[in-house]
């Protein structure tokens, strides 16, 4: 990446709100500290850390993922509409400043090189079958066509950070540790499993609907 492995980083720590490397995310800017964070980061690289606050624990999680504001629109009352896209995930390592707004001192961090890229690929194909079939299934149950994105992610990396992205139900609970997971495999193994259990969850609601639908 030729970037250093340890930077400082203005953070932006959001309720319950977990980003993925390659998803969009807009926001909306009003507070005075983040509408510092983002003068700051506007005059220099563009990219702060978007890092997930449980409001029940009343903490921040310590890995998140970098953000880089790919467009800005500021009003006159210098609140700002700002689209983002995520990059790389980081680990915080320290708070290095708590005012005006947080900065942390963090490390990047990848997913691990598979020992399999063909395992990996077939496990891709698995995850990408139980994604259409909820999909379908869902569309069967509520009676309006659904369809998944025709740039559906096609590697395996980028298809499980998708996954965890914009899945809801039970994976939006999952969000955190699949970000946080560095196997790509593992990744796709546990979205697997949850597609699975959804799955089978809308094929005996399909059922008990056909069954008792007045004929």
Request: charged share 25%; proline share 7%.
């Amino acid at each position: 990446m030729g970037e250093l492995a340890v930077r400082e980083l203005p953070l932006f720590p959001l309720p319950d709100v977990v980003l993925f490397p390659q998803e969009v995310l807009p926001l909306h800017i009003f507070e005075p500290r983040y509408r510092m964070l983002l003068q700051t980061v506007m005059a220099e690289d563009r990219r702060f850390g978007v890092v997930r606050w449980d409001p029940k624990q009343k903490a921040m999680a310590s890995i998140g993922c970098c953000a880089e504001i790919i467009h800005c629109q500021t009003q006159d009352d210098d609140r700002s509409n700002i689209v983002t896209m995520g990059q790389q995930r980081f680990r915080v390592l320290d708070i290095v400043r708590e005012a005006p707004y947080r900065v942390g001192l963090v490390s990047w961090i990848e997913d691990a090189v598979p020992d399999s890229p063909e395992e990996l690929q077939s496990l891709a194909t698995s995850v990408n079958q139980a994604l259409r079939d909820v999909v379908e299934l869902t569309a069967k149950l509520v009676g309006k066509p659904a369809a998944l994105p025709s740039d559906l992610p096609d590697l395996p990396r980028e298809l499980s950070f998708w996954i965890g992205s914009h899945l809801g139900g039970p994976v939006a609970d999952h969000q955190q540790a699949l970000l946080e997971l560095t196997d790509t495999g593992e990744r796709l193994r546990q979205e697997f499993e949850l597609l699975d259990q959804t799955r089978r969850q809308l094929a005996a609601r399909t059922v008990l609907k056909d069954t008792f639908q007045p004929q």
